[in-house]
């Protein structure tokens, strides 16, 4: 079984310009994720989705982050314009199902630096 | 709102010590609690899932524990190893997934 994909797996970016991630979860997982994990901290929740309805996105900054995922399957996060204090890995992961006694699985992540 | 805290948020420990690390949370209405490791630089790799209606779970040196009712959960880690050395993160799940801030263990030789 294939894990959850993210590219890329870095980025540099100077501020104010604009920046995609894209995540492409386990077949048949219906739920996905998408964190913001700054260094030293715990990954924070931005945006849930089951199928390609939000579930939530209550910590999502919505002036300048924006997300996707068209057909219940591949996903994008985008900033723009991204700000210093962007820089983080962001964490894409999948579940089979919301809200059940299921697994998440997690991509490798991607490295945002805005300079 | 859930809020899931990790302590230590930092352990140095010598080769072969046991070790227990917390994490606790404050709304015990969860679906299962899973136990992860992140190597620096890395992403999330899941090492237990306990469900609700479960008290514990074992992989190899590793044990979790759950005990919902006072929203606690333990991870012990048996005779370590340098190669344990990563950041451990515990995350409930209810219809979200939310994560603690996470134990930086270093074991040294």
């Known amino acids: 079984e294939a894990g959850v994909a993210q590219s890329p797996r870095y980025k540099i970016i100077e501020k104010r310009q604009s920046v995609a991630f894209w995540c492409n979860p386990i077949?048949?997982?219906?739920?996905l994720y998408w964190y913001q994990q700054i260094l030293g901290q715990g990954p924070k929740l931005l945006i849930q989705?089951?199928?390609?309805?939000?579930?939530?996105d209550s910590q999502l900054p919505k002036d300048r982050f924006s997300a996707e995922r068209l057909k219940g399957v591949d996903s994008t996060l985008k900033i723009q314009p991204a700000k210093l204090e962007d820089s983080a890995v962001y964490l894409c992961?999948?579940?089979?199902?919301?809200?059940?006694?299921?697994?998440?699985?997690f991509g490798q992540g991607t490295r945002l630096t805005v300079v | 709102k859930q809020e899931v805290t990790q302590i230590p948020a930092a352990l140095s420990v010598p080769e072969g010590e046991n070790l227990v690390l917390n994490c606790s949370f404050t709304?015990?209405?969860?679906?299962?609690l899973q136990w992860f490791r992140q190597d620096p630089g890395k992403g999330l790799t899941s090492l237990l899932l306990?469900?609700?209606?479960?008290r514990e779970q074992t992989s190899g040196r590793l044990n979790a524990s759950l005990d919902k009712s006072s929203g606690r959960s333990t991870l012990y880690i048996a005779a370590s190893q340098p190669g344990d050395s990563a950041t451990y993160l515990c995350?409930?799940?209810?219809?979200?997934?939310?994560f603690g801030t996470g134990t930086r263990l270093q074991v040294f030789p």
């Open positions: 989705f089951q199928n390609n309805g939000v579930v939530d």
């Open positions: 992961a999948s579940a089979s199902r919301q809200g059940m006694n299921t697994e998440a699985f």
């Open positions: 709304d015990s209405a969860i679906y299962n």
């Open positions: 077949s048949g997982h219906a739920t």
């Open positions: 306990i469900q609700s209606s479960q």
């Open positions: 995350a409930v799940r209810n219809d979200k997934l939310i």
